[in-house]
C-alpha cells in the first residue's frame, strides 16, 4: 500500500535493516491486532536497539514507552511477547488509551 501511513513504516523498517548492519541488536514491535479506537493501524512497527533508542510508532503516548521498556528486555532475553493495551486496563488513561482503544503488540527481537 502507498499512502500516508505506509511511507513511515517503511522507513521504520529501512532504519531496522540500517541499525542491525550497524551490528545493534535490536527488536521489532508491531501493531497485531486494533479493536474500536486506536491510534495506528494494525501492521505499524517501531524498531527498537538495546540502548532504548527508538523511531516509529505502535500507538503513541506511554503506551511508546512501555513498549520501548518491554522490548529491551525482550532484546536480553531472547523471547517474543505479546502486549495488550486498552481502556478494561486499570492503567488506561496513563498509557494513553483514554479514546475507548485497545491494540495488541508483538514484540520480537529480530538482530
Same mark, same amino acid.
Given at each position: 500500500m502507498i499512502g500516508?501511513?505506509?511511507l513511515p513504516d517503511l522507513d521504520v523498517l529501512k532504519t531496522a535493516e540500517l541499525w542491525a548492519a550497524e551490528g545493534r541488536s535490536i $527488536?521489532? $514491535?508491531t501493531v497485531v491486532e486494533t479493536w474500536g479506537s486506536a491510534p495506528r493501524p494494525t501492521g505499524s512497527h517501531l524498531v527498537i536497539d538495546a540502548d532504548g533508542n527508538f523511531e516509529g510508532?505502535?500507538?503513541?503516548g506511554c503506551v511508546e514507552g512501555a513498549v520501548v521498556t518491554e522490548a529491551v528486555d525482550v532484546i536480553? $532475553?531472547?523471547?517474543?511477547?505479546v502486549l495488550e493495551f486498552g481502556v478494561a486496563d486499570?492503567?488506561?488513561?496513563?498509557v494513553g488509551l483514554?479514546?475507548?482503544?485497545?491494540?495488541r503488540v508483538y514484540v520480537e527481537k529480530v538482530a
Open positions: 500516508n501511513e505506509a $527488536a521489532l $514491535a510508532s505502535v500507538s503513541g536480553e $532475553a531472547g523471547h517474543p511477547r486499570e492503567t488506561a488513561w496513563r483514554s479514546c475507548g482503544g485497545r491494540i
